[in-house]
């Protein structure tokens, strides 16, 4: 008889303190850190100048900069950006950068009973931030829903040296910038209450982490949540590329569906914002989008909310039931 492998188990206490915590400068001596000013992407590189091109922009999901590439090394970031933190949500804290950098992604910051775990990292920490972190004892964990959510996770690698990084095996090709010592397969528990659970589709290895206590998704780019003049959530969408409005196929979006409709939540978190979005919003979109032509515009939440899984919703421009 065959017995089905368990998910990845939690590292408890005892075996986190034994995993040897990596400083990815140590990994990449002799290299420099830079970041892309369009994306914000971080590459390692040769000291003796920047590298000549962003592998983030030239995938088939971003935008090629207007006027060419231009890179940033940590020094020059630092003396640009200031970064700030606040309370987002029950258990979690935000931390930006201002002005805007790349993406303008944020990093979440989420407490559980094993300590704090980084999920998706801000363009860059200063100081302050960094010394907030350490007095809140530092991260047992950091990890990322994939490539758009990485931000500056090598510096928070660097400078708090947390004994797990973790993201999903299948998009290993982009870390370069840091180092993963604990690859993730289809589940991962990453502490008590915080499962990780991967949904492909965006990316192959994109994975979205279930806050199961209290009802939250940090869902990475499975979804776009569009936002009204008050913040609050008017529009849904799911993609392979935003920008170039790139759908994700049915098979996709089914594989995504099977993922999402076990997890219980009423609210997300993207690498931009949080925002009251529920599973069975979420499910609504998915069957919508497998009820037509692949489609990567956003459908109203209103409507999502008003029929739950009835995929009449119309959409101008966007498939008919």
């Given at each position: 008889m065959t017995v089905p492998l368990p998910a990845n188990p939690p590292p408890p206490r005892s075996v986190s303190t034994r995993i040897n915590s990596i400083r990815s400068a140590d990994v990449h001596a002799?290299?420099?850190?830079?970041?892309c000013t369009n994306c914000g992407h971080w590459q390692r590189w040769f000291p003796s100048g920047?590298?000549?091109?962003?592998?983030?922009?030239?995938?088939?999901?971003?935008?090629?900069?207007v006027g060419g590439f231009e890179f940033r090394s940590a020094k020059e970031v630092a003396d640009r950006l200031t970064s700030s933190w606040s309370a987002a949500a029950d258990g979690v804290t935000q931390f930006s950068c201002s002005p805007d950098f790349g993406?303008?992604?944020?990093?979440?910051v989420i407490e559980t009973d094993d300590g704090l775990v980084g999920f998706e990292a801000a363009p860059f920490y200063d100081e302050a931030a960094l010394a907030e972190l350490r007095s809140r004892g530092g991260v047992v964990s950091l990890g990322s829903s994939h490539v758009h959510g990485y931000g500056a996770l090598w510096q928070l690698q660097d400078e708090l040296a947390p004994p797990v990084v973790f993201v999903?095996?299948?998009?290993?090709?982009?870390?370069?910038?840091?180092?993963?010592?604990?690859?993730?397969?289809?589940?991962?528990?990453?502490?008590?209450?915080?499962?990780l659970h991967r949904t492909g589709g965006h990316f192959a290895?994109?994975?979205?982490?279930?806050d199961e206590r209290r009802g939250y998704l940090f869902c990475g780019d499975s979804l776009k949540v569009d936002l009204g003049p008050a913040g609050e959530a008017v529009g849904l969408s799911a993609h392979k590329a935003f920008h170039a409005q790139i759908p994700l196929s049915h098979g996709e979006i089914r594989f995504y569906r099977s993922v999402v409709e076990r997890l219980d939540f009423s609210r997300v978190f993207t690498p931009f914002e949080t925002a009251e979005v529920g599973t069975a919003e979420v499910l609504a979109l998915l069957d919508h989008?497998?009820?037509?032509?692949p489609f990567a515009g956003?459908?109203?939440?209103?409507?999502?909310?008003?029929?739950h899984?009835?995929?009449?919703?119309?959409?101008?421009?966007?498939?008919?039931?």
């Amino acid at each position: 008889m065959t017995v089905p492998l368990p998910a990845n188990p939690p590292p408890p206490r005892s075996v986190s303190t034994r995993i040897n915590s990596i400083r990815s400068a140590d990994v990449h001596a002799g290299t420099v850190s830079y970041a892309c000013t369009n994306c914000g992407h971080w590459q390692r590189w040769f000291p003796s100048g920047p590298p000549p091109t962003c592998p983030v922009c030239v995938d088939v999901r971003n935008a090629l900069p207007v006027g060419g590439f231009e890179f940033r090394s940590a020094k020059e970031v630092a003396d640009r950006l200031t970064s700030s933190w606040s309370a987002a949500a029950d258990g979690v804290t935000q931390f930006s950068c201002s002005p805007d950098f790349g993406l303008a992604g944020s990093g979440w910051v989420i407490e559980t009973d094993d300590g704090l775990v980084g999920f998706e990292a801000a363009p860059f920490y200063d100081e302050a931030a960094l010394a907030e972190l350490r007095s809140r004892g530092g991260v047992v964990s950091l990890g990322s829903s994939h490539v758009h959510g990485y931000g500056a996770l090598w510096q928070l690698q660097d400078e708090l040296a947390p004994p797990v990084v973790f993201v999903g095996v299948d998009d290993l090709i982009w870390t370069k910038a840091f180092v993963v010592t604990w690859p993730t397969d289809e589940v991962f528990r990453v502490a008590p209450g915080l499962t990780l659970h991967r949904t492909g589709g965006h990316f192959a290895g994109h994975s979205v982490l279930h806050d199961e206590r209290r009802g939250y998704l940090f869902c990475g780019d499975s979804l776009k949540v569009d936002l009204g003049p008050a913040g609050e959530a008017v529009g849904l969408s799911a993609h392979k590329a935003f920008h170039a409005q790139i759908p994700l196929s049915h098979g996709e979006i089914r594989f995504y569906r099977s993922v999402v409709e076990r997890l219980d939540f009423s609210r997300v978190f993207t690498p931009f914002e949080t925002a009251e979005v529920g599973t069975a919003e979420v499910l609504a979109l998915l069957d919508h989008l497998l009820a037509g032509p692949p489609f990567a515009g956003p459908v109203p939440l209103a409507d999502l909310r008003a029929t739950h899984s009835d995929t009449s919703v119309n959409v101008p421009g966007g498939p008919s039931a």
